[in-house]
């Protein structure tokens, strides 16, 4: 009778001991794991404004805001609806969009394909007018994105804060502080006392932009090159003729140039480069004219922007004496 007892309380304490262990090594539930995951109503400040949203968001639509299109390549995002440019998305974003559907050209986005995605939030841009964002808020929460180049940060951020990405846009600020700092070292004697230009040429036609749009802000705001009259005086973008530019004549030129902006006119490159005039500037005669020294499809003010001119450009003037 003392050996049967004796083995039941064996029996009780070894079917316990694995029941503890089972609990021990049960993984975390379900329950737990979507509560992690579960979206919270967040309020987002950006420039000045705050939007209340659920995030981190998964259904993102970017309208005209090629800007939040470089923010989503350099920080691994793919949108589910975004603005093609003439018919098509842009090559640079291949990466992003395979799944993506156009909602429209940049500008003039499609307010029933964008329904029909059913966006969590829709990133549209400062260039629309105040009626097409309001349009696109009656779908769903409009975030007009900043198109000037000195809100690239806040830019990135903003993203980087909406898809549970902040650290990631914070170390890719970082990343470029240090990297401008070693910028200014490398190019302290050429960039006090030389002018540059970076000009546009869009059908044909050549554009320069205000001294803290496009690529400028890093080049004049960033590496400290002189500012020439034209420059300071422009409010958005400006034609300027090929006359004026030889009255400026400036040290140091960037020329960017796609196919996409120039189907009416996909000669205008070669037909600048044989002009008497252009062929008169000191910057052609020393070897000082610099195409496409990225690809010509970026807007300039964003991260990717930026992270990518100063790598190139700084590359290119530093052995441009």
């Not at 540059?196 to 001294?211: K, M, N, S, T, W």
Request: net charge neutral; proline share 4%; glycine share 6%.
């Amino acid at each position: 009778m003392k050996k049967w007892f004796a083995l039941l309380i064996l029996c009780i304490m070894t079917v316990t001991a694995a029941g503890c262990g089972a609990a021990e090594n049960k993984p975390a539930s379900n329950t737990a794991k979507s509560k992690s995951a579960e979206a919270t109503e967040t309020n987002i400040n950006y420039l000045d404004q705050t939007y209340k949203l659920k995030t981190p968001v998964k259904r993102i639509v970017i309208a005209g805001s090629l800007e939040s299109m470089e923010d989503a390549k350099l920080l691994g995002i793919e949108p589910i609806g975004a603005s093609t440019v003439g018919g098509t998305f842009p090559e640079l974003f291949k990466d992003i969009t395979a799944k993506t559907e156009g909602i429209g050209e940049k500008t003039e986005p499609n307010l029933e394909k964008i329904l029909k995605l059913k966006p969590d939030v829709i990133l549209g841009s400062t260039k629309f007018p105040p009626a097409t964002i309001k349009k696109l808020d009656k779908v769903q929460t409009t975030i007009p994105v900043s198109h000037v180049s000195s809100d690239w940060e806040s830019n990135l951020l903003l993203l980087g804060e909406l898809t549970g990405k902040s650290e990631e846009a914070k170390n890719i600020i970082s990343d470029y502080q240090k990297d401008l700092k070693q910028a200014k070292e490398t190019l302290k004697d050429k960039s006090s006392n030389k002018t540059a230009v970076i000009l546009r040429i869009r059908q044909g036609d050549l554009y320069v932009y205000p001294e803290d749009v496009y690529f400028n802000s890093t080049l004049y705001g960033d590496l400290g090159f002189k500012v020439p009259s034209d420059i300071k005086k422009a409010k958005a973008q400006a034609l300027i003729s090929l006359e004026r530019l030889g009255e400026l004549n400036p040290d140091y030129i960037f020329v960017q140039f796609s196919k996409e902006e120039n189907s009416s006119n996909p000669n205008a490159l070669k037909d600048l480069e044989k002009n008497k005039i252009w062929t008169s500037l000191k910057a052609v005669k020393n070897g000082h004219i610099n195409e496409n020294a990225v690809d010509p499809m970026l807007q300039g003010g964003t991260a990717l922007s930026k992270t990518t001119f100063l790598d190139k450009a700084v590359k290119w003037l530093d052995q441009n004496n």
